[in-house]
């Protein structure tokens, strides 16, 4: 179903607004929004609101770059944020899309503002994994993905929402606890003792699988004691993902057949008798190659674990098992929220 929100225009009619018609995102009065006529420039007409990574990407990816491109193409800039700036009144007002310009953390920190609002997302990714990218089959460039919203069809997607001694926390792409969590701390610490940090894409990957290498020989276990949807889980693992999408961090398919629309989440565990496979698959994708990551996957809407002190990370954010919440539960609890967002897939990602 192509884009609700599309709204052509007539030129012929006085009383048609045109993108140049707009100011701060607000029709005159004396205008109004013409459905089912031709536009006269074959383009479609959107309010947007744009939230951006200004510290991500290249000159492809600027914000006069990204402005332009959505100028270029007819839609009428309604509010415009950077990543770490006040998105009260974007939120308030949306407009008719959110356009959100950065990687998974960017994407992850918007996405999550917007749910249950029906205000559909379109995300031009521009970070370093580009995991919910990649999971909904979004690739191009900023000008081939904006050039095709016009006919691009809305897709339902789910988030989760996990519970623990961390408080409570909405999330995008997964929750892990265990050894990818810690891998995940150890590397905010380093980052946030250095200045110095990779310059690309491909040295800032190489170094958080390298970390992760280097931690899973000895890692020690976990030992589980909880259940999917009910049925009892338990044993030693050292590591355990509730994943929305396939992959997590360095591009990390841990659950490769997730499907953010489905309604359920995938539970991928590591168990310890598997450590020389995982070890292995860690190599294989530092060379760049591909590999089956050596998970148990279990499909289900919820989960509940006894918590026995280890770190855990929920979505890019990692969090240490010594700082617990002062009135924290020994419990972790993680479920899911069905089709609570909508992402605007252009047509060549659905071919992809």
Known sequence: MALAAVIPRQ??????????????????????????????DHRDFM??????????????????????????????????????????????????LVVIAGGDGTVGAAALKLIHRHVPIAILPMGTANNIARALRIHGGPAELIAGWPTARRRPMDVGVASGPWGKSWFIEGVGLGLFATAMAVLDERDSRTRSKPGTRESKLERDVHTLKGLASEYPPLLLDGTIDGRPLSGKVLLVAAMNIAAVGP?????????????????????EERRADFID????????????????????????LAWSGYDAHIDDRAW?????????????EIDVAAHALEVLLPPATENA
């Open 320 to 332: 240490r098992g010594e700082n617990p919440m002062p009135d924290a539960h020994a419990a972790i």
């Open 251 to 271: 591009n990390m398919d841990l659950a490769p057949n997730a499907d953010p629309g489905d309604g359920q989440l995938d539970f991928a565990l590591v168990r």
């Open 47 to 96: 309010r947007v609101s744009l939230i951006h990574n200004p510290s991500a990407g290249d000159d492809e990816f600027s914000r006069e770059h990204l402005v332009w491109l959505l100028q270029e193409h007819g839609h009428v800039l309604a509010h415009e944020a950077a990543k770490n700036e006040d998105w009260s009144h974007l939120i308030e007002d949306p407009g008719d």
């Open 11 to 40: 030129a012929s009619d006085p009383r048609c607004a045109r993108p140049a018609d707009v100011v701060q995102g607000q029709l005159p009065p004396r205008l109004r929004r013409c459905r089912g006529l031709p536009s006269l």
């Open 281 to 304: 698959y860690v190599t294989t994708r530092l060379r760049g190659g591909e590999a089956t990551p050596p998970t148990d996957v279990h499909r289900g809407r919820s989960l509940r």
